[in-house]
């Protein structure tokens, strides 16, 4: 039975009892902090199961095949990958849900109906396990099922029960597991095997044998029940429940596999194709079904018919590897993850490179993984249409990763050969050596090569890296760029801002300081706290600021506060303890009192231009170029905005044009810009973008554009998208491998973006001597000139040129055929022009070797020789003859036959060279006769 026969199967039946079958939710908990994946089908349900949420559609069954994804946190199996037959970091877990309805008795029914009816698995063939206290459990396994106390263990907390968090929803499991020594034909007992479990013919076993079964893979566990029936209080309290709940999860590619007879997962009809485009992308047959030894000299036949041996030895497990992890990479570019250096995006990441690692043992030099994702969309994308929907960016961005990758693995490699040689012959398996924290931080930073990534190699080499020290560095280099960034921005350290001493308060201070800034640039107030900072400058918090401290890409407000007999000028803000602190050059005697506040209301409304804007930028992109963009970073200033974002390869002209024209007719609309505050989860629902990696409150502030943009954002905006005015795209640029930027700017900016512009026009047609309509006519003319005299100057340096006819007269007899040899120093102004006299030379000299000596302008001595045709063709090689000239030089250099060219230190030791040439050319002359 294939897989999708059994998906469809689980799906139909939990829906004839009444189960609504639910889509599988985004590999990326829409709000779950404490998740970097969804690992499990109940992760869509977990506010129903804390009673947060009503059940989907008020339906209190469903059913689902749900994606998951384990390999980063807590669930990190990723060195078991491909190693083992059940370890993967992408699967489908199907599983039915009870939201308050049914409990123990229905779903043991349906688990055992399932199983046995729709599946027709061999009662005879199945165990179960429950809680040690669960008597009810194994009463209904009994009753429901007729099994044998025999083939009912009972284990404890670590094995079966379950629990979502410390607090909250658990209770006892009861896994079913199935006899693979009969399920499945190709099963095989370990070598040297002995025991209870390993008696084929048994039918019941004893508790310690189906534990040291089920450890040695016999028995295989592929679906847990999970009754939640305590509510888990602060202090260890089990509270029953008022409404129990059922969460089952069943493995559909373990299930599949003992269905097609076979014992690991990757043999069975999911991983089938995608081992076949394994075998055709690297040229070399998978041998895992059959044997899992390591092959030397293993011969590739590549898909361009290319062929070789590969070096190194080859395990089977990378086939399985690359299978594996292109599942996965489809799966979370599909879902919105993004390759980068932090959280999702950097497992993404080291998911990507280890399949660029494992590829590379198999022999390739290219991109593979892309080949082996493109048949993850075509066997998956009908289940699952997100993956056509996004299939081109799903391509490119592995495309572009792998590529990336490959472009600093052989170096890294290399480097990894100096760290951890290979052992010496006396087969030692002891540990050879520590790799330094600071050099696997170098292979990481430099090369690219996740930490765990040069762990798995080291320990493959029997070293162990210093991850202590590898942390340490990692560390270093954060705080470095954070006291950078820090001192760039401030001049003043966040400790001297946050620590409480120093601070001087005002006795009628209330201290409930806040922000105004939203709805006024002045405002008249009162002074709570002052602080002397060390550089000189104030920190000073108000009652009531209008200071905007910067944040999310916003930079700070400038302004001043004026007091009695006082003034700070305001050029920074930054937040202590949440309340915007104005820092700035005092003058006069401050005291505490009254004072005005005040931001210049032509900056604060150049920044809010620029704020807007780049919200209806985003929106701009997504509709122009596809949700897989999103935001990478971005700064608003007065002057500019500047908003980074992820896609792969520059945007075209014609689609900067139309992001461009998108903006300018919301800003023309004269679209209202509403802000509202309302609980994270409600603001998400309804759509509200937010910012990935950005931590937000329970309450957060949403700023719509209607229906066109809605964000979560704390920044200050225009009430109308007609005072924006312009919007003008200055450039687009990549700043990071599949990270783009563009700059722009908006009103005031724009108009004089665009008047410079017009200047510049009017002063090239003054220059060219054109009216402004002809301009562009008159440059393309002038243009078209110069290439017709760069091409007639090049025809004259071929064929006509003084120098050229210099050397061919002076051409000297060698050899008894007529054939002639040059051999000067001549004028080029670059290697090209050289090899552009070279071929000249050939083409006029007729029959013979010339040897031409150059120095040019950049510093660099070049030695070119060329051979005449019927020269070569009698055995005459440039590339032999560049050898033993440049030698003769102090250089080497190479090339072929009809042309080479070498390196020469010292221009002084030309003649050296061009001394030796007429006795190597007769030699050349005499072996080739």
């Known amino acids: 039975m294939l897989a999708s026969e059994i998906r469809s199967r689980f799906l139909n039946y939990f829906a004839k009892n009444d ?227 059922v969460d089952t999860g069943a493995g559909l590619e373990r299930i599949a596999a003992f269905m097609q007879g076979v014992t690991t997962n990757y043999h069975a009809d999911l991983f089938a194709p995608l081992l076949e485009a394994v075998e055709q992308a690297v040229g070399i047959p998978y041998w895992g079904r059959e044997s899992s030894e390591f092959r030397t000299g293993v011969k590739i036949r590549g898909p361009k018919g290319e062929s070789g041996v590969v070096q190194n030895p080859v395990d089977p497990a990378s086939f399985r590897v690359l299978a594996d992890h292109a599942r996965a990479v489809a799966f979370l570019l599909a879902d919105g993850v993004f390759p980068s250096n932090e959280g999702r995006g950097y497992v993404l990441r080291r998911i990507l490179r280890r399949g660029v690692r494992h590829a590379w043992l198999l022999g390739r030099k290219e991109p593979t993984l892309v080949s082996i ?132 308060r005002s006795a009628e201070a209330a201290g409930n300081e806040s922000f105004v800034g939203y709805d006024v640039v002045e405002t008249e107030t009162a002074v709570t706290a002052v602080k002397h900072l060390a550089d000189g400058r104030v920190a000073v918090l108000l009652q009531e600021s209008p200071f905007y401290a910067e944040s999310g890409g916003q930079i700070s407000d400038h302004g001043e506060i004026v007091g009695d007999g006082w003034r700070v000028d305001v050029t920074d803000v930054r937040k202590v303890e949440g309340r915007p602190a104005a820092i700035g050059t005092l003058t006069g005697s401050f005291h505490f009192g009254r004072a005005t506040a005040r931001v210049p209301g032509g900056r604060r409304l150049d920044t809010e231009r620029n704020h807007t804007a780049t919200h209806l930028l985003q929106a701009a992109l997504r509709q122009v170029l596809g949700e897989s963009v999103h935001q990478a970073g971005s700064l608003v200033t007065p002057e500019r905005l500047r908003f980074d974002f992820t896609h792969h390869g520059p945007v075209n002209p014609e689609r900067l ?75 687009e640029t990549g700043v990071a491998a599949g990270v783009r930027r563009i700059e722009a700017v908006t009103g005031p900016g724009a108009y004089e973006m665009l008047h410079g512009e017009e200047r510049t026009l009017h002063k090239i047609a003054e220059l060219v001597k054109a009216p402004m309509d002809g301009v562009e006519k008159r440059v393309a003319g002038l243009i078209e000139e110069r290439r017709v005299l760069e091409r007639r100057l090049d025809e004259a340096m071929r064929g006509g040129g003084d120098q050229l006819q210099s050397l061919l007269q002076g051409a000297a007899a060698v050899g008894a055929n007529g054939s002639r040899l040059i051999a000067s120093v001549v004028k080029a102004g670059d290697v090209k022009e050289l090899q552009a006299l070279g071929d000249a030379i050939r083409e006029k000299l007729g029959s013979g070797v010339g040897v031409l000596a150059a120095s040019f302008d950049d510093g660099k001595n070049t030695l070119l020789v060329v051979v005449t045709d019927d020269l070569r063709d009698r055995g005459v090689s440039a590339g032999t003859l560049i050898k033993d000239l440049a030698a003769a030089a102090g250089g080497k250099g190479g090339g072929k036959p009809h042309m080479a060219q070498a390196g020469i230190p010292d221009a002084a030791r030309f003649n050296d060279a061009l001394a030796r040439a007429p006795e190597l050319v007769r030699s050349a002359l005499g072996e080739g006769a």
């Open 373 to 504: 994702v493109q048949v993850v969309i075509d066997t998956m994308g009908d289940v699952y249409p997100e993956l056509r929907g996004r299939a081109q960016h799903i391509l490119n961005t592995t495309r572009v990763e792998e590529q990336s990758f490959l472009d600093t693995i052989e170096g890294g490699l290399a480097r990894f050969e100096q760290l951890a040689p290979l052992q010496t012959a006396d087969g030692s398996t002891d540990i050879r050596g520590t790799i330094s924290g600071e050099d696997a931080f170098r292979l990481y930073d430099t090369f690219g090569f996740p930490i765990d990534l040069t762990e798995l190699m080291a320990r493959e080499r029997g070293y162990v890296v210093d991850i202590a020290g590898f942390e340490a560095s990692l560390d270093a280099q954060r705080k470095r760029s954070q006291d950078e960034r820090k001192s760039r921005k401030l001049g003043v350290s966040a400790e001297s801002l946050d620590d409480t001493s120093g601070w001087e």
């Open 657 to 731: 044009a139309e992001i461009e024209a998108m903006v300018n007719r919301e800003i023309w609309r004269a679209a209202p810009v509403t802000f509202r505050e309302m609980p994270y989860q409600e603001a998400r629902a309804s759509g509200a973008m937010a910012l990935f990696g950005e931590k937000y409150g329970d309450v957060v502030r949403v700023v719509s554009i209607p229906d066109f943009s809605m964000e979560l954002c704390g920044g200050t905006h225009v009430k109308n998208t007609a005072f924006i005015g312009l919007f003008k795209i200055v450039n």
């Open 19 to 245: 189960h609504a079958i639910r889509p599988s939710s985004s590999l990326v908990p829409g709000d779950d902090p404490t998740l970097l994946f969804t690992n499990a089908g109940m992760v869509q349900f977990k506010k129903v199961f804390l009673g947060h949420e009503d059940p989907p559609e008020g339906r209190r069954r469903a059913t689902t095949s749900q994606k998951c994804v384990r390999a980063g946190g807590k669930h990190n199996d990723l060195e078991q990958v491909g190693h083992t037959a059940r370890h993967h970091t992408f699967f489908e877990m199907l599983g039915n849900f009870s939201f308050g309805d049914y409990f123990k008795r229905d779903a043991i029914r349906f688990a055992w109906e399932f199983i046995t009816e729709e599946l027709n698995v061999d009662p005879k063939l199945l165990r179960v396990t429950v809680h040690h206290t669960d008597d009810e459990a194994r009463g209904l396994w009994r009753e429901i099922a007729g099994l044998p106390d025999s083939r009912i263990y009972s284990l404890g907390d670590k094995d079966n029960f379950w629990q979502m968090a410390d607090t909250g929803p658990c209770g006892p499991c009861s896994e079913i597991f199935i006899d693979l020594a009969h399920a499945a034909k190709d099963w095989r007992f370990p070598d040297g095997a002995t025991g209870e479990w390993t008696e084929i013919d048994r039918k019941e076993f004893s508790f310690d044998a189906f534990v040291e079964g089920s450890e040695a893979g016999r028995f295989l566990e592929f679906w847990n029940l999970v009754f939640m029936q305590y509510d888990r209080q602060a202090d260890g309290t089990m509270v029953p429940l008022p409404k129990p709940s």
